[in-house]
């Protein structure tokens, strides 16, 4: 394959990634209540982010769950990466590994089946507790090669006078801090961004950002608050806040390089 052709493949790649995501944001600033026509431009859906209750709350919702299941999830998954022997860890991770590849939809019903067949209520509970079942998986996924050797750095500190508690506290947290910070950060993300797993487990009452937009986006124009521009708006700062946080961790990690 020649280089000119793989440079149009790859530009072409680019475009069918951001172009949705250009005409997102400038559509966000359309006076307009659809898609495909340009009303002027305005700031007001921006002003109207300000306003909503229903959105302030869904993201309160999301950020709490976010929040607890990443915690949970590195807290359930880090005893199992350091301390499982081998025969115990092979049978421990073809239990947890199975979520990873399972369809999201299978388990969003198996998990709604549950909580309807025991009882449990559907709501921030339920939402937190199927999130983190499956979230385990992924902050094992992250831990797991971070943990290697760190048994033996423990040993070493110990067999120079440290005692267990210093060894652990000066020796091994700061190994695996990186990692726990990996694995709780991408356990966040997928809690936060997930759609179909809240949208069966969430329960009437109880909404999250992605549930919310969904919601809205069933009826668009109808009101002012399911408007399509609107919802580039929310999508809009989402995308950027998301760069933000992209581009202080590029600036933290050059200052690192730097300083190495």
Known sequence: MSRRVLRAYT???????????????????????????WGGFTLRWYKLMLSDPELWRAATNSLVVAA??????????????????????AAAEALIYPPLIIPEITEAVALMTFFVWI?????MVSVLIGHTAFNVAYAYLVLKPGTHGVRRLEEAARSLGATRLQAVAL??????????????????IMSFTDFTKTLFTA????DTLTVLIWNRARRPGLTPY??????????SV?????IAVLAVWLV?????SRGA
Do not use: D
Request: charge should be positive; hydrophobic fraction near 60%; glycine fraction near 8%.
């Open 238 to 242: 989402l995308l950027l806040a998301s």
């Open 171 to 188: 020796v091994v947290a700061p190994v695996l801090l990186p990692t726990i910070l990996a694995a709780g950060a991408l356990a966040f």
């Open 203 to 206: 329960g009437p009452g109880f």
């Open 252 to 256: 933290k990690r050059g200052e690192a």
């Open 119 to 123: 009882g449990f209520p559907l709501g």
């Open 68 to 89: 607890l299941s990443a915690v949970i999830s590195v807290l359930l998954a880090l005893p199992l990466a350091l301390s499982l022997p081998g025969k115990a860890r």
């Open 226 to 235: 399911t408007s399509q521009p609107y919802l580039a708006a929310i999508t």
């Open 11 to 37: 530009w072409a790649v680019i475009a069918l990634l951001y172009i949705p995501l250009i005409l997102t944001i400038i559509y966000s600033f359309s006076n307009a209540r659809y898609f495909g026509e």
